[in-house]
Each structure stands twice: as structure tokens, then as C-alpha cells.
């Protein structure tokens, strides 16, 4: 069984940086891309980063400049900096994972990690 477990959240004061980590556990054959998803209250969960196997980003209009997505092994990170109020949400990992070769790569959610951003 797969799991995707998150860290690095907390409470940070406008202007500061946290660092996201997402790590993939389990029967992985190969992880196809991962992203980070966030989701404010009362709003729609959003795309914020993604990164591909082959180590190709893509940023949200709102966080380009200011966060950057990255993968080691099973792990994908984001590092936050020059945090704003309006990036308070839970952020959630989300990977494409095959657990065996030739397998179909299934869709996999963290359980979310609460960033909360002061003014």
C-alpha cells in the first residue's frame, strides 16, 4: 500500500519561508510526477506546483517567483518564501504511482499539512 505523508507546516509571520516535504512510502515502481495541491476554507482545492519525473515545474500564477518545487528519490518539497496571508490553506501532496512496472499509475493524496500565514 502506498502512502504519501506530509511535514513542515505551521504558523509563519508574512514575509517568512517554510519548506513542505512529501514522502512517498510503500510498493513504488516508479512515481510519475508529484504536485502540491492547497485549499483555503470555503474554497476549491488548486494546483500549486507540479514537477514531472524528468524534472519538468509548473507554478500557479499566484506563487510563481515565491515558491519552488523540487524531488529527491520518493520525495517531493516546497519551499515557501515570502509568505503572504492569502497562501494560508492546507496544502496537500499528490502523486502518480506505479507500484509495479507496466502497471496503470494510480493517483495518491497526503492527508494534508495546515500552513497558516499572519499579518
Known amino acids: 500500500q502506498v502512502q504519501l505523508v506530509e511535514s513542515g507546516g505551521g504558523l509563519v509571520q508574512a514575509g517568512g519561508s517554510l519548506r513542505l516535504s512529501c514522502a512517498a512510502s510503500?510498493?513504488?515502481?516508479?512515481?510519475?510526477?508529484m504536485d502540491w495541491y492547497r485549499q483555503a476554507p470555503g474554497k476549491q482545492r488548486e494546483l500549486v506546483a507540479a514537477?514531472?519525473?524528468?524534472?519538468s515545474t509548473n507554478y500557479a500564477d499566484s506563487v510563481k517567483g515565491r515558491f519552488s518545487i523540487s524531488n529527491a528519490k520518493n520525495t517531493v518539497y516546497l519551499q515557501m518564501n515570502s509568505l503572504k496571508p492569502e497562501d494560508t490553506a492546507v496544502y496537500f501532496c499528490?502523486?502518480?504511482?506505479?507500484?509495479?512496472?507496466?502497471?496503470?499509475?494510480?493517483?495518491?493524496w497526503g492527508q494534508g499539512t495546515q500552513v497558516t500565514v499572519s499579518s
Open positions: 510503500g510498493n513504488i515502481f516508479s512515481i510519475n510526477a
Open positions: 514537477i514531472t519525473s524528468g524534472g
Open positions: 499528490n502523486a502518480r504511482i506505479a507500484e509495479v512496472k507496466g502497471a496503470f499509475a494510480y493517483e495518491y
